[in-house]
């Protein structure tokens, strides 16, 4: 059951998104997500969904499996909606709709302008998109250690104000690869307690939360005693930090980087204008 | 020939709560000469474990002398860069693969000890490459280690160590977690590495048959050396190994028992193929 869980839902894949350098990545996702808030008109939001949806294509992602990602944000988007719609609009427009609704002596007037619809809709375009952009540069596309090596090049000049970029590098690292680990030993844990008469299934959540007591308590324990062993082994392979260390693997990029940069450099250029300018003079 | 690995008159006791000293060794003088195979055997509890903490430098002696490729660890101006020197030196494999892997894909674990010793790219290719085909997992370099089998766990462990190239590889009880055939895989990756590339093993164990292996037994009890020979040797006396709670290899009990029914066997250590032989010779005969 604890078997099935991934953390960051990478797939691996042989697309052009999944090629791209994951420093690459990690800015133009940055670039989008400025793009997806510069976006004030209809044209912007037209062009957020379309390249959203061409990005989709290129990462060769089933749709439907974007969607599912969405699922669990469905209702941020719904009470963010709700909320813009009866309390945001313009108030000197005449209202859609209004209703009155007595609440014991006081009367409770729900109103709808255009502006509020609108607006609604816009927030929600921009919070659908911004997590379907990400996970697709991001989570999908690159595997989580890829993605911690992309932190930590591009962290690099923090070193210089004696941050210890390495070092918190190195902690995801590890935190990433126990994951798996730590998942078979509940699972044992888990199984050795329900041998004993433990019930994890019933009962009430208080109840259910204390079954789980004698689950984290020798998770934790081995969880440092694995800790113990690792820093041992790897002070035996002569790691001292990142001082003096090399790569096998170094990150490069590529062409296709440069190209997928100054494309989203052009297409953030592109959202500015259409902003101040709206030259198709459309509005809603 | 030089001695790598030397300790002069070690001691090292643990604390208990109550601030009693407990003595986990006691005046232990040992030397491992360059290339030399030696097993270092003990029931648990014995000290052994603690030995190979103390070659390793993770606890310091309470008294004694520790050298090793020639310089004295022990000595006060031992800073934390002659450690470094010396790490590279002596490679050391543990009991639990899972909880010595680094990374997630199998050469980059391999390359992690190369890695830190600040190797350029080429030569860290090259001794990924090279450490991976000696012990057989070339093939693996691109898996992620959480999928493979616990003897091929080790064996990808002990490839990071290979990749460091030191003179000297410590095993502290590294099948202990292991199948019978995990076992045999790491068991002979150790043989080859001596036997092929001469680089010293001292392998910690409990395991009478990996002893064997080795061109030298010391059995350690109480923490004291109490037995240090060839196999031979140390399986011959069996009645002082049966004193200290251990066995002696299965061929070589059996043909204690038969010696003490009269029958004319050899005492020490037989391979299974030389005792199944000596078994026909004297079913024959009789």
């Given at each position: 059951m604890l078997k099935d869980i991934t953390l960051g839902q990478y797939f691996p894949g042989n697309s052009v998104i999944h090629k791209m350098d994951p420093r690459a990545k990690l800015i133009v996702a940055i670039l989008y997500i400025v793009a997806i808030f510069c976006a004030q008109n209809v044209v912007c939001f037209a062009a957020l969904l379309l390249s959203a949806f061409l990005l989709i294509l290129l990462s060769r992602i089933s749709v439907i499996t974007i969607l599912r990602g969405l699922k669990p944000i469905m209702f941020v988007l719904l009470f963010t909606a709700i909320i813009n719609v009866f309390?945001?609009?313009?108030?000197t427009e005449p209202p859609l709709w209004q209703a009155e609704i007595p609440i014991f002596s006081l009367v409770w007037r729900p109103t709808i302008y255009r502006a509020g619809v609108i607006r609604a809709i816009f927030t929600s375009i921009r919070v659908m998109v911004l997590i379907m952009v990400t996970s697709i540069f991001?989570?999908?596309?690159?595997s989580p250690i890829t993605l911690t090596d992309a932190i930590e090049e591009l962290l690099a000049p923090l070193k210089l104000l004696h941050i210890p970029v390495h070092d918190f590098a190195m902690m995801m690292t590890i935190a990433l690869l126990f994951i798996p680990t730590l998942i078979e030993e509940t699972d044992k844990i888990m199984n050795a307690q329900k041998a004993r008469?433990?019930?994890?299934?019933?009962?009430s959540l208080v109840k259910r939360a204390k079954a789980l007591v004698p689950v984290l308590i020798p998770l934790f324990v081995s969880a440092f005693k694995r800790a113990e062993d690792l820093a041992v082994a790897m002070e035996c392979r002569?790691?001292?930090?990142?001082?003096g260390r090399t790569k096998l693997h170094k990150l490069q990029y590529h062409a296709r980087d440069i190209v997928a940069f100054l494309l989203m450099c052009a297409f953030l250029a592109g959202i500015f204008v259409v902003n101040y300018y709206n030259p198709l003079e459309i509005s809603l | 020939m030089s001695e790598f690995v030397k300790t002069e008159h070690l001691s090292f006791s643990y604390e208990d709560e109550g601030d009693r000293q407990n003595p986990a060794l006691e005046d232990v003088s040992i030397a491992v000469q360059d290339g030399e195979y030696v097993a270092i055997l003990g029931h648990n509890g014995s000290g052994k474990s603690t030995f190979a903490k103390l070659l390793n430098m993770i606890l310091s002696p309470d008294s004694g002398k520790i050298c090793i490729a020639g310089r004295e660890?022990?000595?006060?101006?031992?800073t934390e860069d002659d450690m470094f020197d010396v790490r590279r030196e002596v490679g050391m494999v543990f009991q639990n693969p899972d909880n010595q892997l680094v990374a997630t894909i199998v050469e980059e674990d391999v390359a992690f000890g190369p890695e830190n010793l600040g190797l350029p790219r080429k030569e860290l290719r090259e001794r990924v490459d090279r450490a991976l085909s000696m012990v057989g997992m070339i093939e693996y370099?691109?898996?992620?280690?959480?999928?493979?089998s616990g003897g091929q766990k080790q064996r990808i462990a002990i490839a990071g160590i290979i990749a460091m190239m030191p003179k000297c590889i410590i095993f502290d009880?590294?099948?202990?977690?292991?199948d019978p055939l995990g076992r045999r895989e790491v068991m002979s990756t150790m043989d080859m590495l001596n036997r092929d590339h001469h680089i010293a093993i001292l392998n910690i164990t409990h395991y009478m048959d990996e002893a064997a292996h080795a061109d030298r037994i010391i059995v350690v009890n109480d923490g004291r050396v109490y037995m240090d020979g060839t196999p031979g040797e140390v399986f011959s006396r069996i009645d002082e190994l049966h004193a200290i709670g251990l066995e002696a290899p299965q061929t070589t009990e059996l043909f204690d028992f038969l010696r003490r029914e009269g029958c004319p066997l050899p005492a020490g250590y037989t391979e299974d193929e030389a005792c199944i032989d000596a078994l026909v010779r004297l079913y024959e005969e009789a």
């Open positions: 309390l945001t609009g313009d108030t991001l989570t999908y596309t690159t008469g433990a019930d994890f299934a019933n009962g002569c790691y001292r930090g990142g001082k | 660890v022990t000595a006060p101006d031992f370099a691109q898996h992620a280690p959480h999928r493979l009880e590294a099948t202990a977690m292991l």
